[in-house]
């Protein structure tokens, strides 16, 4: 375990056992930035100030902290330790260290221990309030979400390239970064799998579709009836698929004619087309009728 001394916002030393090393603040900061997620530091407290309390639930507590060395926030998970096994901690360190690079999920800064519990600290991210999406122009309102539908099957397909299973693919664990990007978090519900699981790779493609159906239930009167325009319907029915054999695969998820009309190079909020499209509500009766020759 590792032990940074902090003085007027700048490292002066690092401690290891009985080795300390002295150095400039700037020669420290590029040894921490090489080591940081690869050690254990102690004493938190020498790093980061606790700003405020954000949520305790469950079996993990979640704050704002403020950083000493670059005056940035950034979010602190703590966990007890007589709450949570230690193996469970790293291997979330584990999977996170293996997803470091990709941008959908959320990034872990530094990993501290105490004598009663773990701290992980990530970048500062934000939930998103779907409840307050109010649009006038539902066709903006569905670009906002094929961009977070998207997002949310790449992090899908990251996972099962990776051989990971996260069971709580969930509105709850989406956050958002300062550059609008749609963030997994949640990896204490996460596992490394020895192999391949198509089970596994369908849950989380069935997640993935529950929380389709959740984001437009957020803008629908009727939540029970819900309008999903661009081939929406007939991609959250591939996904909720119960037989494996039958469900569409993430190759096919991401290659869906519902995404085919928006131009993902360009800024997250413009839309390269729109195509109107006058459709009565959809249900899955609808969809296997015969069509009317009248109309």
Same mark, same amino acid.
């Given at each position: ?122 970048e500062q991210m934000n939930k998103i309030h779907y409840h307050s999406f109010c649009h006038e122009d539902i066709q903006s309102m569905m670009f906002v979400y094929q961009i977070l539908n998207q997002d949310i099957l790449c992090c899908i397909k990251m996972l099962i390239s990776n051989r990971i299973f996260h069971s709580q693919i969930t509105l709850q664990n ?48 009727? @939540?029970?009836?819900?309008? $999903? +325009? ?6 959250? %029915?591939?996904? &909720?698929?119960?037989? *494996? /054999? ?23 909020? @413009?839309?390269?087309?729109? $195509? +109107? ?6 249900? %899955?009766?609808? &969809?296997?009728?015969? *069509? /009317?020759?009248?109309?």
């Amino acid at each position: 375990m590792l032990k940074w001394k902090c003085q007027e916002n700048k490292l002066i030393s690092l401690n290891f056992q009985q080795i300390t090393i002295y150095a400039t603040n700037e020669d420290l900061l590029i040894l921490k930035k090489h080591l940081d997620c690869k050690t254990t530091y102690v004493g938190i407290r020498d790093i980061y100030d606790n700003v405020i309390l954000i949520q305790e639930l469950g079996i993990a507590k979640t704050c704002k902290v403020k950083s000493k060395l670059d005056g940035k926030i950034y979010i602190c998970k703590c966990y007890k330790k007589q709450e949570v096994e230690k193996y469970k901690i790293y291997e979330q360190l584990v999977i996170l260290r293996k997803l470091i690079d990709f941008k959908n999920v959320a990034q872990l800064n530094d990993f501290y221990e105490s004598s009663n519990s773990y701290y992980l600290i990530f970048e500062q991210m934000n939930k998103i309030h779907y409840h307050s999406f109010c649009h006038e122009d539902i066709q903006s309102m569905m670009f906002v979400y094929q961009i977070l539908n998207q997002d949310i099957l790449c992090c899908i397909k990251m996972l099962i390239s990776n051989r990971i299973f996260h069971s709580q693919i969930t509105l709850q664990n989406i956050l958002i970064d300062k550059n609008m990007n749609c963030k997994l978090a949640g990896f204490e519900h996460a596992e490394l799998l020895s192999e391949d699981n198509p089970i596994f790779n369908s849950l989380m493609l069935n997640m993935a579709g529950k929380m389709m159906i959740k984001l437009y239930q957020y803008n629908s009167i009727n @939540k029970e009836l819900i309008s $999903i +325009p661009d081939y929406g319907n007939s991609l959250i %029915q591939g996904l &909720l698929e119960t037989k *494996i /054999d039958q469900q569409i695969n993430i190759e096919q998820a991401l290659s869906h004619q519902y995404f085919e009309y928006f131009d993902y190079n360009s800024s997250p909020m @413009k839309q390269q087309q729109i $195509i +109107p499209k006058l459709k009565s509500f959809i249900t %899955q009766q609808s &969809l296997s009728s015969p *069509i /009317d020759s009248n109309i």
